[in-house]
């Protein structure tokens, strides 16, 4: 399988099975249309009255053509491996609180509480979590340990208790525990900076733009903004914490499908490590995106590949994280094909002890897996249909040139959307599909002059 699009003045031609991508001239960026069975006398014949394709060049094209596909770099063969997860769980997101101090519009938790009623995790059950980790996590040394809500810091003693208690028990067993925290910023203070930026991997510090953008969504029990309370304190967060890893997440709505500006205004503020992410809503709500939204949406992540190059190597660099795009380094195939891992490498633990897939299905009973608390083994019957949930079992994702990139899409939005987590959520297929040509484009113009990427 083979997709091709021009962007830019580039033609990018990626051999699916491969993971190849390469950047080809016109000609052979036509002739690959009549493979891969090409009749080649045919094709010499086609473009002999060409004023730039005489013969020679025809049959140098074919030659080259020809030549990746006995490297297995074009019309590649799906290996026979079968794809399988490793038994084995290398992270957990802890539910460290579900309770909040902002009411979002657009929740997903249900404004923190994930549709129950308003707790904080103990200690004991975030201890048994980690212990569950770890006891299941066989040969992997580096796990990780996400403190999500509601919002973490209402229950910072806990969370402090737990990294701890994680790198005690992780030096114990020879493992490596990477911690990872999301919070609102209202509650960030001197004391939980610091301890923060000591012992977190990454921080995800949420705001949606400008101040007009997220106080529309984003605001307290009496309606007030959070903007002007949070922006000092995220900016404060960002310098005390140096060169280590963070992200500025914000969520677009149909209120602002612009939202390449809101992007670029962090950039102006001097954040570099940016995450603008698309609501998924119930289609009902005035706010939820929809299939018309498309061509502006489009728009604006052109938009932001613009302005990246514009802003390269300035003081107003930035990194946006759905462009972020590793030639060297990709996932093999098969990890590409099973995606994130939930339900069977990734969990998520509430703060009453109970599993479920991932924290966006944290409160629907049909995907409770079991009890850290109680000890119960986790329900193999959920853990199988995740397995399953491959792009190769997907027949809309089978057929997709994206699939290697996306993994199948999220199995939330999936599952919300459709009550199928076998049928992808469309309108977010669509869009991680211009992100990805946008990623590669980007790394094209930064290797101007290569041929085979």
């Not at 069975?37 to 045919?42: A, H, L, R, S």
């Not at 802003?311 to 996932?331: A, G, Q, V």
């Not at 792009?391 to 009550?419: D, I, L, R, T």
Request: glycine content about 6%; overall charge negative; proline content about 3%.
């Amino acid at each position: 399988m083979i997709f091709k699009f021009e962007k830019d003045g580039y033609q990018i031609v990626l051999d699916i099975n491969s993971g190849s991508i390469h950047v080809v001239d016109p000609l052979i960026y036509q002739l690959i249309d009549d493979y891969p069975n090409p009749e080649e006398e045919k094709l010499i014949d086609r473009y002999k009255d060409h004023p730039e394709y005489d013969e020679q060049i025809v049959k140098l094209g074919l030659k080259e053509i020809n030549q990746l596909i006995e490297k297995n770099l074009l019309f590649s063969e799906k290996p026979k491996k079968p794809y399988q997860f490793n038994h084995v769980v290398k992270a957990l997101c802890l539910h460290i609180a579900h309770d909040c101090n902002i009411r979002c519009e657009y929740c997903f938790a249900a404004q923190g509480n994930f549709k129950g009623d308003n707790l904080l995790m103990n200690n004991e059950v975030g201890e048994k979590a980690i212990d569950f980790l770890i006891k299941n996590s066989g040969n992997r040394r580096n796990l990780e340990v996400d403190f999500f809500g509601g919002e973490p810091l209402l229950n910072f003693d806990v969370v402090k208790h737990l990294v701890f208690y994680g790198k005690e028990k992780a030096k114990f067993h020879h493992k490596n525990l990477r911690f990872t925290i999301t919070t609102n910023g209202t509650l960030l203070n001197e004391e939980n900076r610091k301890f923060i930026n000591e012992h977190m991997a990454n921080v995800v510090l949420s705001i949606d733009g400008t101040k007009e953008t997220n106080d529309r969504m984003r605001y307290y029990a009496n309606k007030k903004g959070t903007y002007e309370d949070i922006l000092p304190k995220l900016q404060l967060m960002v310098e005390e914490r140096g060169e280590k890893d963070y992200y500025l997440r914000g969520t677009f709505t149909k209120y602002n499908v612009d939202f390449a500006k809101d992007v670029l205004h962090f950039s102006d503020l001097g954040f570099k490590n940016l995450s603008i992410e698309p609501v998924v809503a119930d289609k009902t709500e005035q706010y939820a995106l929809t299939e018309e939204d498309l061509p502006k949406i489009f728009e604006e992540y052109d938009k932001l590949e613009e302005a990246y190059f514009q802003r390269l190597n300035t003081d107003k660099t930035f990194e946006f994280f759905h462009f972020k795009f590793n030639l060297e380094s990709n996932p093999c195939q098969e990890k590409r094909a099973l995606g994130c891992g939930a339900g069977v490498e990734y969990l998520s633990v509430t703060p009453e002890g109970d599993f479920y897939p991932c924290h966006q299905f944290a409160g629907d009973p049909n995907f409770k897996m079991g009890n850290v608390i109680k000890g119960q083994e986790l329900d193999q019957n959920i853990c199988s249909i995740f397995k399953n949930a491959n792009v190769e079992k997907k027949a809309e994702c089978s057929k997709c040139w994206a699939k290697y990139y996306c993994s199948g899409g999220c199995h939330a939005n999936a599952y919300n959307e459709n009550q199928d987590l076998m049928k992808p959520y469309e309108l977010g297929c669509e869009m991680e599909k211009k992100r990805i040509q946008n990623s590669i484009i980007i790394e094209v113009k930064k290797r101007m002059g290569a041929n085979t990427l």
